[in-house]
């Protein structure tokens, strides 16, 4: 478990475990049992375990108190406690319904066989309101077969995300994948919801064959890279696929490039380099790649100052634009922006961590051979998308060291690269 973004408190498991056991009503105004709870995530005693345990417990109706009680279920299933199952089942007959999916979340990180659990998460799909995708998803992980004909009815639901979920747990329990290409055509639907939640149904899946069309959905990077690797990771250690199978389009999606990608959207008139700027900040990233692209084609001149003002008004603090202006940088080929990728290079904000290889990708664009020490210097990371992306970008500066470097990193695809190199 990738555990980088959980520990932002300073707070000790003994504290936690005090605030997290203090009545909601007694709670200090600069104390969280939210926060408590959430923080528990690094600490996997008993007595950590005990103390979210108590916390579901705790009935007491406040907003504030329900909230914590999902949180505390959240926890229990990353911590995936097998001895908080009965407490968290217990959750599954609640009246507030976030609790009640994290309790099926939750049911489904730690395991179980039992037919009489399943059978209560199976009927939860006849209470209305309540959120069907996570409970398809986590019967098909339990691989619970009598849940099937009732997970038939979701298939043509015009809730796309739910649709994608009930086709995918049909295929898991089936074995049958002859209907996964619905699911792939929602890699470029509209609803940005859909393309990125298609993904995680891939995976779920396992369907190799997924992984060309992953990397040209137009969603955040992230989604993608998740996408391929996981794929790709499992597809290689079951012997289904190669690491070439997986190579170029996981290379074309750290590269990132908008001609490489299917976009949904489009314009009817050429918009202003003030509105292209604009749509850098956008949460559907498909918007922003159509932005990225039309600048490219249009504004190559004039667009290198004005991404200048507007990382210097806002895209430094915005991690996505800001991803977004680091990699135009190195498209648009722009020298002077050399200091601003140095920075981003080696910008360990937690936030900001998918900028560092879309800096390592832009500097090698720009060519100036002063960054690859710079960039030599993060082959160290264990980021695996930073090493695999300085990787390319000394490659492209014709420096192939790293390869050596890089031969029995602990990452799968890091390695497989490695053997890419002939001298290895």
Request: aromatic fraction near 8%; include cysteine.
């Amino acid at each position: 478990m990738d555990k980088r973004f959980f520990n932002f408190f300073n707070l000790t498991e003994d504290r936690a475990i005090a605030l997290l056991d203090t009545p909601q009503d007694q709670i200090g105004e600069e104390d969280s049992r939210y926060i408590a709870a959430s923080h528990l995530i690094n600490f996997s005693s008993d007595k950590s375990i005990a103390a979210l345990m108590r916390a579901v417990q705790q009935t007491e109706d406040s907003l504030d108190n329900r909230i914590v009680r999902r949180k505390s279920v959240e926890t229990l299933g990353r911590l995936e406690a097998p001895q908080a199952l009965a407490v968290i089942r217990e959750c599954l007959a609640d009246p507030d319904r976030y609790l009640v999916e994290n309790a099926v979340w939750a049911i489904g990180e730690i395991g179980t066989d039992d037919p009489e659990i399943l059978e209560e998460v199976t009927n939860l799909l006849d209470r209305e309101e309540q959120s069907y995708r996570v409970i398809l998803q986590t019967l098909a992980k339990l691989d619970y077969k009598p849940a099937l004909e009732r997970i038939r009815k979701f298939v043509n639901d015009p809730d796309l995300p739910l649709a994608s979920a009930a086709i995918t747990a049909i295929c898991r329990l089936t074995r049958d994948n002859s209907q996964m290409e619905k699911v792939v055509d929602l890699l470029h639907n509209t609803n940005v919801i859909a393309r990125r939640l298609s993904i995680q149904d891939l995976i779920d899946a396992k369907y190799y064959a997924a992984i060309p069309d992953i990397s040209t959905c137009p969603v955040s990077l992230v989604f993608r890279l998740r996408g391929i690797r996981m794929l790709g990771e499992e597809g290689i250690k079951e012997g289904a696929i190669a690491f070439s199978d997986v190579q170029p389009y996981l290379e074309k999606s750290l590269r990132d490039r908008p001609n490489d990608l299917i976009l949904v959207h489009s314009y009817d008139t050429l918009p202003e380099l003030s509105f292209l700027l604009r749509e850098l900040y956008e949460t559907d990233f498909g918007r922003c790649y159509l932005a990225i692209k039309t600048i490219l084609e249009h504004y190559a001149d004039t667009a290198p100052e004005a991404l200048f003002g507007t990382y210097a008004e806002e895209a430094y603090n915005d991690y996505g634009a800001h991803f977004h202006v680091m990699k135009l940088f190195g498209w648009l080929k722009y020298a002077p922006a050399y200091d601003l990728l140095i920075v981003a290079l080696h910008n360990k904000q937690p936030q900001f961590q998918k900028s560092r290889a879309a800096a390592a990708i832009a500097l090698a664009e720009i060519g100036d051979t002063r960054a690859i020490p710079e960039i030599k210097a993060c082959l160290n990371t264990p980021i695996w998308d930073l090493k695999y992306a300085a990787l390319l970008a000394l490659e492209k500066f014709g420096d192939r060291s790293g390869y050596e470097i890089l031969a029995n990193d602990s990452d799968l695809l890091i390695r497989e690269k490695a053997k890419t190199n002939p001298k290895i």
